[in-house]
């Protein structure tokens, strides 16, 4: 049996020719791996993409929990439209848009996050007229899709502030014809739930925390392939499988970090797999146990 079979070709190479220093900064470098909810996800987004403009345009809310791969999803969602030429217009063209939203949210705030990404000011004036600027650049830029990412920011304030943005987010959706996904966690499906005609137009589309399965399995196949390390380390055995999902507490971006952590501690104390004895070793703190380290500070 050949070297490195655990592996991806490329990462068999790889894993073959660099020095554990290159291996370990590898780690860092970003990565996607695939799996069926986001297959899923990507679906409904370009569904809402394709959408001809209507009257009432579909919405979505993209619900989950902090680390669990949202921002990654519409990101790359964003990066199948990019922006493009408009010959003769007089905006370029962008299909869709991403915006931040604020932690303290203000009207005005929020049209200067609309705004940011297309470097462009607002102007001085009532919010009103900062309004109608947005909707003159929105139209300009001829969106079809804003993607508005922590969400659930925006609905931190008073119930008359929260009750005044779901109102601009009706506006926006309604006279630009254009589709809007909320990105958030639980806390936004709630704060839609008070508007009735709000709730019926935003499907909710959740990803859920990864719970054991064949999922879940599949997922550590993956980064079993490309986590470059010299032994197999059958991932997807049931007691390291559950001792994997139990430390990083379900979400993907705390299995990633694990992950890597423990293949920097098997790169450098040469055991080259991961392990029980990895797992425990490795520094890795579940998400649950830093809070607490904060919270007694
Ligand atoms: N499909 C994926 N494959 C590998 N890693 C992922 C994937 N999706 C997310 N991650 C990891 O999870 C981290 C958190 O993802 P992010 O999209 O920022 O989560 P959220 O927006 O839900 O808080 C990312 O930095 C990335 O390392
Ligand atoms: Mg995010």
């Given amino acids: 049996m050949s070297d490195f079979e655990h592996l991806i070709p490329a990462m068999a190479d790889k894993s073959r020719s660099m020095s554990d220093q290159e291996r370990k900064a590898w780690l860092d470098t970003p990565r996607w791996l695939t799996y069926t909810r986001a297959k899923e996800i990507d679906t409904k987004l370009e569904w809402l993409y394709g959408h001809p403009r209507v009257t009432r345009m579909p919405n979505m809310l993209l619900i989950g929990r902090t680390n669990n791969g949202k921002t990654d999803l519409i990101t790359r969602f964003a990066s199948r439209h990019p922006p493009c030429d408009n010959a003769g217009g007089e905006h370029i063209n962008v299909p869709v848009l991403v915006v931040q939203t604020p932690p303290k949210p203000t009207e ?132 390291l499988s559950m001792k994997i999902l139990s430390i990083c507490e379900g979400t993907i971006g705390e299995l990633s970090k694990l992950l890597n952590s423990a293949a920097r501690y098997a790169i450098d104390s040469g055991i080259e797999q991961i392990n029980d004895v990895v797992l425990t070793k490795c520094g890795y703190r579940p998400p649950s146990e830093r809070k607490k380290a904060v919270l007694e500070v």
């Fill in 108 to 239: 005005a705030g929020f049209y200067m996050e609309l705004v940011r990404p297309l470097l462009r000011r607002l102007p001085n004036g009532s919010a009103d007229t900062k309004r109608a600027f947005v909707m003159g650049l929105l139209k300009g830029i001829q969106l079809k899709v804003l993607v508005i990412d922590e969400m659930h920011n925006m609905l931190s304030g008073t119930s008359q502030s929260q009750h005044l943005f779901l109102n601009v987010i009706k506006y926006l959706t309604n006279d630009l014809q254009i589709s809007i996904i909320g990105v958030g966690d639980q806390t936004l499906i709630n704060a839609f739930s008070v508007d009735e005609q709000l709730q019926n137009r935003f499907e909710p589309e959740i990803l859920p925390r990864w719970d054991r399965g064949k999922e879940f399995n599949r997922l550590l196949s993956s980064f079993e392939l490309i986590l470059p390390l010299r032994h197999p380390s059958h991932l997807v055995d049931p007691l």
